[in-house]
């Protein structure tokens, strides 16, 4: 009887060391998990820094101000911009934003297009500008299923303008930043759209899991497991990041990169400053690397985020004009001229795989160019 008590004993006491082994690997990788979350929640929930090129080059440019609605209902303000000179239009360029600016920063960007003859719509995404803000939503820099909203709803507001006028409802798209991203979100499925232009745009989902590898290996207390984490966990913790920010936010943050993987052969330009201390380099590198083509990628020297319109200005304007002159422009005479050189340039190099996490600076600008044909 002694020795059945004692293998009783024995056999517990393994039973409960293992339990609260189990329990311990359970309960560890629960808490870090935890943390990291929060962490990143801190991050999504942060302001975006200040609007590092001011909102416009003077006062809104003069045009037909409008009122529609997002796709969900919530009412929106725009103005529609007239190009110069006369005949036939060029065609309409819908211009989306970046995050804490207005839809007067269009003139700075789409001056260009407008002496061109193209013409541009610009509205102000809910909460920006004249647009109202919609209660219980707070925007942030992070391109959400609001924001997509409202490009889809410009998307069909400019699309009826222009079959009321006899027009095609073929639009190009040019986004900055967050109003890159969701460019591309309402992009799928929409046929009328034949040109996307973006500049500092990113996806959130690599974007998170980018800063997620950087802040844990800052904040983690044994550095070599933080950066030896596989990738099975980043795409966990992903997955737990945007679950509480459904729940704690109230929307959704949508995947730029799994929409561009759906655009088929949607022309894209993707503009990124080479020193962007904001979004790496490499986010656009990402985007550009998963479209199917015509695609192009120019990497601005010595400009940082959203700052190529400002350190180079009139390549800025050439390299705009020549993409929407190929992919967007009908009959005048204009936007012929424009689209008869293709988008070339000397610094033009082959398709260069840049390292992600980026931690460095391209080799001069570059413009990689893939006409016709995905990677």
């Not at 009321?164 to 986004?175: K, T």
């Not at 980018?210 to 933080?226: C, D, E, Q, S």
């Not at 990402?286 to 985020?305: D, M, N, Q, R, T």
Request: hydrophobic residues 40%.
């Amino acid at each position: 009887m002694a020795e059945a008590g004692l293998d009783w004993t024995w056999i517990a006491t393994i039973a409960l060391g293992s339990a609260a082994a189990v329990a311990l690997l359970l309960v560890y990788p629960a808490m870090v998990l935890r943390k990291y979350v929060r962490i990143m929640i801190h991050i999504m929930d942060d302001k975006a820094p200040l609007v590092e090129n001011g909102n416009s080059d003077g006062p809104e440019l003069e045009g037909e101000k409008v009122s529609f609605r997002a796709t969900d209902g919530h009412g929106l303000e725009g103005v529609i911009l007239s190009g110069r000179g006369s005949g036939r239009k060029a065609g309409m360029v819908v211009f989306a934003h970046e995050f804490g600016s207005d839809r007067s920063s269009c003139q700075r960007y789409c001056r260009p297009l407008l002496e061109a003859g193209y013409d541009v719509f610009g509205f102000d995404f809910r909460g920006h500008g004249a647009s109202a803000s919609e209660p219980g939503y707070r925007p942030r820099q992070w391109p959400s299923d609001r924001e997509q909203a409202d490009m889809l709803g410009a998307i069909a507001f400019i699309g009826s303008w222009l079959e009321q006028r006899g027009r095609p409802r073929d639009v190009g798209l040019f986004g900055i930043s967050r109003g890159g991203g969701a460019a591309i979100l309402a992009s799928q499925g929409i046929p009328s759209i034949k040109a996307i232009v973006t500049d500092g745009a990113f996806s959130s989902d690599a974007t998170i899991e980018y800063l997620m590898r950087r802040f844990a290996t800052i904040f983690a207390k044994i550095r070599v497991v933080a950066e030896n984490h596989p990738p099975t966990f980043w795409r966990f913790l992903r997955w737990l990041l945007f679950r509480e920010c459904r729940r704690k936010f109230h929307c959704t943050f949508p995947s730029v990169r799994k929409a561009v993987v759906k655009l088929r052969r949607k022309p894209m330009l993707l503009i990124h400053g080479e020193k962007d201390s904001y979004i790496p380099i490499a986010q656009s590198q990402a985007l550009y690397e998963v479209a199917h083509g015509p695609k192009y990628l120019w990497i601005v020297p010595s400009a940082s985020h959203n700052q190529g319109i400002m350190v180079q200005p009139d390549e800025y304007a050439r390299k705009v004009l020549r993409f929407f002159g190929e992919h967007l422009a009908t009959a005048t005479e204009t936007a012929t001229a424009s689209a008869a050189e293709p988008i070339r340039s000397p610094n033009i190099m082959p398709p260069k795989k840049i390292p992600a996490p980026y931690v460095g600076a391209a080799a001069g600008a570059t413009v990689h160019h893939t006409p016709g044909q995905s990677q």
